[in-house]
T-cell receptor, first 113, second 111 residues
C-alpha cells in the first residue's frame, strides 16, 4: 500500500448505528487530519493530530469521535449521526510543520439514512 | 465575507485551450498558496504550492500569486481531457494554521 488509504470507501448507516472510519498513511508523516467535504462547499477541517496528540477540534459535534493510536493510523468513530452528516470524509497527512503539503486519501462516502 | 472565493464553474473548454482558474481571498496574512486537483470519487491531490508572491511553473501548469490584489491563479496550457477535474485552491498563514479551502472549480476539457 502506498500513500494514504481509507476504509471503507462507502458506508450507509442508520441514525442509531455506531460505525468507524479508518485511515492509514504510509508516508512516514507525523500529522494527520480529518476533513468533511459536502457538495458545493469547501473542505471543512474537523480534527488535527500532531504526533498522536489532538491539536485542533474545529467545533465538531460530539457524535464524531476521533482516535489516533499512533502516527500512522487515524480513526473516526461515528454514533447517532444525522442525515446532514452525509458527506465525503477525507483523511490527510503531512509532516508536522508542513501542513501546506498535505496528502489526501480517497475518502469514505457516508450516507446517513 | 468568505475568506476564500472560488467560482464553482463548471468551466468547459476544448482540448488544447489555455485554462485560467482563480481564487480571491481576504486575509492578507496568507503566505502559502496551494492548488489541489480532485478527480471524481477521489481525494484531492496536491498539484503545486507557492510561497508568498510570484509565479511557479511545473510542466503545463503555472501558479501565480498577486498578494497586492489578493488574487491567485492556476493556468493550464495545452489542456487535455485528462485535466477534467475539480480544482481547489487552499491558503494558509503557515506554521500550525489550518488550510482554508475554496469550494472548487469544476473543469471539463472536451476532445
Amino acid at each position: 500500500e502506498t500513500g494514504v488509504t481509507q476504509t471503507p470507501r462507502h458506508l450507509v448507516m442508520g441514525m442509531t448505528n455506531k460505525k468507524s472510519l479508518k485511515c492509514e498513511q504510509h508516508l512516514g508523516h507525523n500529522a494527520m487530519y480529518w476533513y468533511k467535504q459536502s457538495a458545493k462547499k469547501p473542505l471543512e477541517l474537523m480534527f488535527v493530530y500532531n504526533f498522536k496528540e489532538q491539536t485542533e477540534n474545529n467545533s465538531v459535534p460530539s457524535r464524531f469521535s476521533p482516535e489516533c493510536p499512533n502516527s500512522s493510523h487515524l480513526f473516526l468513530h461515528l454514533h447517532t449521526l444525522q442525515p446532514e452528516d452525509s458527506a465525503l470524509y477525507l483523511c490527510a497527512s503531512s509532516q508536522e510543520g508542513d501542513l501546506y503539503e498535505q496528502y489526501f486519501g480517497p475518502g469514505t462516502r457516508l450516507t446517513v439514512t | 465575507q468568505k475568506e476564500v472565493e472560488q467560482d464553482p464553474g463548471p468551466l468547459s473548454v476544448p482540448e488544447g485551450a489555455i485554462v485560467s482558474l482563480n481564487c480571491t481571498y481576504s486575509n492578507s496574512a496568507f503566505q502559502y498558496f496551494m492548488w489541489y486537483r480532485q478527480y471524481s470519487r477521489k481525494g484531492p491531490e496536491l498539484l503545486m504550492y507557492t510561497y508568498s508572491s510570484g509565479n511557479k511553473e511545473d510542466g503545463r501548469f503555472t501558479a501565480q500569486v498577486d498578494k497586492s490584489s489578493k488574487y491567485i491563479s492556476l493556468f493550464i496550457r495545452d489542456s487535455q481531457p485528462s485535466d477534467s477535474a475539480t480544482y481547489l485552491c487552499a491558503l494558509t498563514n503557515g506554521g500550525y494554521n489550518k488550510l482554508i479551502f475554496g469550494a472548487g472549480t469544476r473543469l471539463a476539457v472536451h476532445p
